[in-house]
């Protein structure tokens, strides 16, 4: 129960029931400016009143919040408490194995294991195992499911297990849809309902698109897995009370344009304007008309803008979309009732609320655009896409870069390396399949430099969105009728983020339209977006490879970073779903769709994109006639169910799971080995080397290990140590719960230039003071038997991009003790204290090559259990010390980004889930 120091405890009925709430104006009473808090601040002020008690939350914690300024740097730390967590099986299988091993660690410390117990709502979906292995044929959905269950039994097997072993967790089978999606349509209550009580919706997930929920009016975030455990387990998420950047849209979206097109202008112009680590909110006249599915849309990329969330108000609109999407009717009467009572629900003569600063946007001024090649911030006009691909190229050429790698799909038998289309025999005509086969076949010369060779309507951005589908839909009908087909070289995909699509695109027939482009369901879940793109066809590869071109896909996600859809793609445009298919026609990314046409009808006249491209108009017509909230009911209804393989796999019982010993997939993690009841003295970091010396933009994608695995690098070697054969590696995301795969897959992204190497691309380093190039897992295996603690250097932006706790976890396991860089992404800075490593950031100015530093020195770092003592003083600032080999020394003082006292804590006890288990001892 709340301390309730203002006297904001009330009641509210609605629809026959009484629910204890905890009314905002009873602050406003005494802060009257606070009436005009923007409303995400005002949802943290909520969940401050509610959770007061006296120690995380105090009074002068609440007075902060009602005082807040909008122009004033974050320095007020608050204890947020969310009021339930969001996981997908990628990130949420650690979790729940990190769980199962404090369960174990409790036991030897004494402890009931019990009370390792999710203590708030835990909803895990499975979306991101789901591989386009099957793709142009009406078996694909059936085969790649079948795939996905093989490859992963183990997991889901363990996962299913923590379903009845722990409390307030619940889980949704695969092949059910993208988390987000089910989050929009079905999991979020927007007004939680609990204990007699009722409160804003909030979350925070593992994931870090979990801000598509903003969209509803739902505040929540992505965090790394260790901080959604902690939350779990009923820490709250320690955070400075941020900065709110309002966005005024006015106008409407004008034709030809899209929600993709909006969501790629706010992007690129959010990130040019810098709002990393803010709350960004929606706010004026043109969010009163734009459709939840719109709202959504813009709200899924914010980590793509950089802010922390992207929200928007509840309205009527909002209400619209809980009746639309099958939501009980009193769940609709309780959102709109407290909206109401709290004065959280925005009309058209709302006042407008103080803000940071205020940018505007006129809808009308959105045009058609792809994001690429290499940055989802990088917007470009649908007419300049051919001179921007022109210029990447033209700079690839002149870099000389080494070789593009080979896929570890290359070793693996036939039925992987093929698409449903069948196999490829050399002169890439298709084989040995009764699948049906695109028209013509694919020739040497089809595939150059610009090729399009993936396209793929996919991620939780778009597929959540039906006016976009459905535009997608209507122009493949339109180009079936005029007698154009897909390229045989593209590699075409659909997966719906909800069953409920396939519904929709059923019942208006589209459906068949996109299957006779050859964009046949693949399967329902995150694919393409997180390089669970499967393998390209061999003829394809082998093309790639060969002459070492640089070709492209184009997808309807929300990233394209290096090296993350496909090993063997160098350039990924972001497009809109009907874009998406536009380019499978043409074949070819060097096209300006706006003026050369996409191909020819069979009497051989051109056919263009505007001949195609259905009217605003058509797009709504069709929605309203097939979509109807009976569809949402009907797929929801039986959510937890699953399908008769996930029903028939048999979990053993008990508290303790019982880790398999010689398990490739599920391995007890080693953190609390060794681990007292009391944590030990900080101490200074000596005698370190640098593990690896990196540029800017470094994200998570380079640090934490993704996609394929290979068959010559370090996890590729121990997996066949196991018995483990390549057709069977799966990917990384698939055995994230396995620790010894992941530390050898950590700094192993394709991409990865280390300048401690020169001249190498990957995850490779030099030991040293030997100076033996060999993999960064191999080198930190060797400095652990020398006894070498070990750094990483960087430059500005570390760890942007999603949210993996394996991007902290891994450099943790490799030895990792420090990360000095320009600057950091919030989310990894947080999650490398969470896991006991210490952020450094170099002063305002300075740099690894201001200073001098080569990453050939000897390192150590003093001052930390200093700094710690003082209770984080402003300055927070430790000396490194860096040693030559001609033993001259530089000295120079860093900044130690532990920038909470929540986060000392944390760093004291080595790491979040060390310290969660000692305060419940």
């Known amino acids: 129960m709340s301390f309730n120091s203002f006297g904001s405890q009330a009641h509210l009925s609605v629809s026959g029931q009484r629910f204890d709430i905890h009314r905002l104006d009873a602050v406003y009473a005494q802060h009257p400016d606070a009436v005009r808090l923007p409303f995400s601040i005002k949802i943290l002020l909520e969940n401050l009143l509610r959770t007061e008690d006296g120690h995380a939350v105090r009074a002068d914690d609440i007075e902060a919040v009602a005082r807040w300024r909008a122009k004033a740097e974050p320095t007020q730390e608050i204890a947020f408490t969310p009021a339930r967590v969001l996981l997908q099986d990628f990130t949420g299988v650690p979790a729940v194995v990190d769980l199962a091993a404090m369960r174990e660690a409790m036991v030897r410390l004494g402890g009931d294991p019990k009370t390792i117990n999710p203590l708030q709502p835990v909803e895990l979906v499975i979306d991101h195992s789901v591989q386009v292995d099957f793709f142009g044929g009406p078996h694909a959905l059936e085969q790649n499911a079948e795939l996905e269950f093989s490859r992963n039994r183990e997991r889901y097997r363990f996962l299913k297990w923590g379903q009845q072993a722990f409390a307030n967790f619940r889980c949704v089978p695969p092949d059910t849809g993208i988390v987000h999606q089910v989050n929009l349509e079905f999991l979020a209550r927007v007004v ?56 005024r849209l006015s106008g409407q979206l004008p034709e030809g344009a899209t929600a993709t097109d909006l969501v790629l202008t706010v992007t690129q112009m959010l990130r040019k304007h810098g709002v990393v680590g803010k709350f960004v909110e929606f706010f004026g006249n043109g969010v009163l008309g734009l459709p939840l599915a719109d709202r959504a849309t813009i709200a899924n990329m914010a980590p793509e803008y950089g802010a922390t969330c992207g929200i928007f108000p509840i309205d009527a609109e909002t209400l619209r979309y809980l009746r639309f999407s099958g939501r009980p009717e009193e769940q609709v009467a309780l959102v709109e009732a407290y909206a109401k009572e709290q004065g959280l629900f925005l009309t058209v003569d709302a006042p407008e609320a103080s803000y940071t600063e205020v940018l505007a946007l006129d809808l009308a001024t959105v045009e058609p655009s792809l994001a690429g090649p290499l940055r989802p911030q990088d917007r470009v006009r649908l007419s300049a896409v051919k001179s921007s691909f022109d210029a990447a190229l033209a700079d690839y050429r002149a870099h000389q870069p080494l070789p593009a790698p080979t896929s570890a799909t290359r070793d693996q038998p036939p039925v992987r390396a ?131 071109l640089m070709v492209a896909a184009v997808l309807s996600g929300n990233r394209n970073f290096e090296g993350r859809v496909h090993p063997e793609v160098r350039a990924n445009y972001l497009a809109s779903p009907p874009l998406v298919v536009a380019y499978a026609l043409a074949g070819r990314i060097d096209i300006d769709l706006t003026r050369e046409p996409l191909g020819h009808d069979p009497s051989g006249t051109s056919v263009y994109l505007k001949d195609l491209w259905p009217s605003q108009r058509e797009v709504a017509e069709t929605v309203e006639q097939v979509l109807d909230a009976s569809m949402f009911r009907s797929i929801y209804a039986d959510v937890y169910t699953g399908n008769e393989t996930w029903r028939s796999l048999e979990v053993p019982a008990g508290d303790l799971f019982q880790f398999e010993p010689d398990s490739t997939y599920v391995r007890l993690p080693p953190y609390f080995v060794g681990m007292a009841k009391q944590p030990d003295a900080i101490k200074p970091i000596r005698g370190a080397r640098v593990l690896a010396l990196l540029s800017d933009s470094i994200t998570t994608d380079h640090i934490s290990p993704a996609g394929s695995i290979q068959r010559d690098s370090p996890a590729g070697r121990y997996l066949i140590e196991h018995g483990v054969e390549p057709k069977d590696f799966n990917s990384y995301g698939s055995r994230r719960g396995n620790h010894e795969v992941m530390v050898r897959g950590t700094f192993a992204n394709v991409r990865l230039r280390n300048r401690i190497a020169p001249g190498t691309e990957g995850g490779v380093t030099r030991h040293l003071p030997s100076g033996e190039t060999m993999s960064i897992f191999d080198a930190s295996e060797r400095y652990a038997r020398e006894g070498v603690p070990l750094l990483i250097i960087a430059g500005k932006e570390y760890g942007s991009g999603s949210s993996r706790d394996w991007a902290a976890k891994g450099p943790m396991l490799l030895g990792v003790r420090a990360v000095l860089a320009e600057s950091y992404e919030r989310i990894h800075r947080s999650n490398l204290i969470g896991m006991g490593i210490l952020p450094l950031q170099f002063k305002a100015g300075e740099t690894a090559a201001t200073l001098g530093l080569s990453g050939q020195e000897v390192f150590g770092v003093e001052g930390v259990d200093t700094l710690l003592a003082d209770g984080l003083a402003d300055h927070r600032e430790v000396t490194v010390k860096a040693a030559a080999e001609n033993g001259s020394v530089k000295a120079f003082t860093a900044i130690a980004r532990i920038d909470t006292p929540q986060e000392a804590h944390y760093y004291r006890h080595g790491g979040i889930l060390q310290y969660v288990l000692r305060q419940m001892i």
């Open 418 to 548: 093929t698409s449903n289309l069948g196999e490829l025999d050399a002169a890439g005509k298709q084989v040995g399949n009764d699948q049906p086969a695109p028209a013509g076949t694919i020739a040497d010369s089809d595939i150059t430099d610009g090729s399009v060779v993936i396209c793929a309507i996919t991620s939780c951005t778009n597929t959540s969105n039906p006016s976009v589908l459905v535009a997608a839909g209507l122009l493949a009908k339109k180009a079936v009728e005029r007698g154009l087909s897909a390229r045989p070289w593209v590699k075409t995909s659909l997966a719906p983020g909800s069953k409920v699509v396939t519904e929709y695109l059923a019942a208006s027939g589209l459906l068949t339209a996109l299957e006779q482009l050859n964009f046949f369901t693949v399967g329902y879940g995150c694919t393409t977006c997180i390089g669970n793109s499967g393998p390209l066809p061999s003829a394809v590869s082998q093309a790639i490879a060969e002459d070492d």
């Open 192 to 247: 939680m309902a609990a204990d007699g009580q009722a409160y804003p919706d909030t979350l925070v997930g593992t994931d870090s698109h979990t801000t598509m929920i903003n969209g509803l009016g739902c505040l929540g975030w992505g965090v790394g897995g260790i901080e959604a455990e902690a939350a779990m387990l009923g820490q709250p998420v320690s955070m400075l009370l941020p900065q709110v950047i309002g966005v």
